[in-house]
């Protein structure tokens, strides 16, 4: 794979609607963009039943959506099976409001009953034992320490029943340590991922999203991530120091064109390309 667009936050939404209104940075909603962006429920869903299938051959129930945002996860989620539950943990109370108004227009009261939000920093979070955690869109980059990352990553493995499971994704590639921009047209506005620093003696990566409209208004800096940029060895000597006790990499396939093709197998390979993303399932 060598698009990229494909490095960070350049999830694929294939629910794009098209909107009769010309969007404006005034009239637009930054949390709707960012999901019509770099969020694709569904297909995380699929990879959550074919990931959980495979390591434990058996069907997923509950979730916990680490770093939940809107929660359109674990919306996706309980839709999916009447017997699925979510819990979505996020700090920033403003984006749990948020969700909280959105969800009864995305759930019948049904599905809404089988889903908790709930503000916690998911380092502390005590939340009762679920068969699959997600933390999505390197949210974890956040801990930039071994021992931060490491608290967290302990706090999941506690959070599982016994044959649980954690995935979380991560990104990376040559591009990744560049100061760069890419942008991308969605439906009536264009994402740009601004790569805006990165120091290479920490680690240290300053990324914003920005949203461009047909007006020529802007809204600059709607999502800042202060992360580091870590390797897939070290997350994945982390998730086995914090107790997992098998780590898979799923990496992504080439399709005819050259590029990601959007499925992720286990693999002990990787390419050295520009910019890949890929999921760690680490089981308990
Ligand atoms: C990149 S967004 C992730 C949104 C969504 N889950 C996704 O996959 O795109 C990161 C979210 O993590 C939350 N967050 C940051 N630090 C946190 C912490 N320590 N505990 C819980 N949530 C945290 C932020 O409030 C923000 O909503």
Known sequence: MSDATRTSKAR??????????RRTAATSDKHELYELSVQGPEAEG???????????????RSIREDFCGTA????????RRRDNTAIAVDLDQSVLDWAARKLPERLDPEQLGRLTLRRADVRTVRTPPVDCILAMNFSYYIFKTRQGLGQYFKRAH???????????DAYGGSDSFLEMQERRKVSGFTYVWDQHSYNPITGDAVNYIHFEFPDGTRMNKAFAYEWRLWTLPEIQELLYEAGFSKVTVYWEGTGDDG??????????????????IAYLAAEK
């Open 12 to 21: 694929k939404n294939p629910n794009h609607k098209k909107r009769r209104s």
């Open 46 to 60: 699929d990879f959550v039943d074919k990931a959980f299938r495979q390591r434990r051959r058996r069907l997923a």
């Open 72 to 79: 359109i996860a674990s919306a996706e989620w309980v839709k």
């Open 158 to 168: 506690r959070g599982l029943v016994e044959d649980g499971l954690f995935l979380i």
């Open 259 to 276: 590029e990601g093709n959007d499925e992720f197998d286990p693999s002990t390979v990787g390419e050295a390309c520009p910019g890949w």
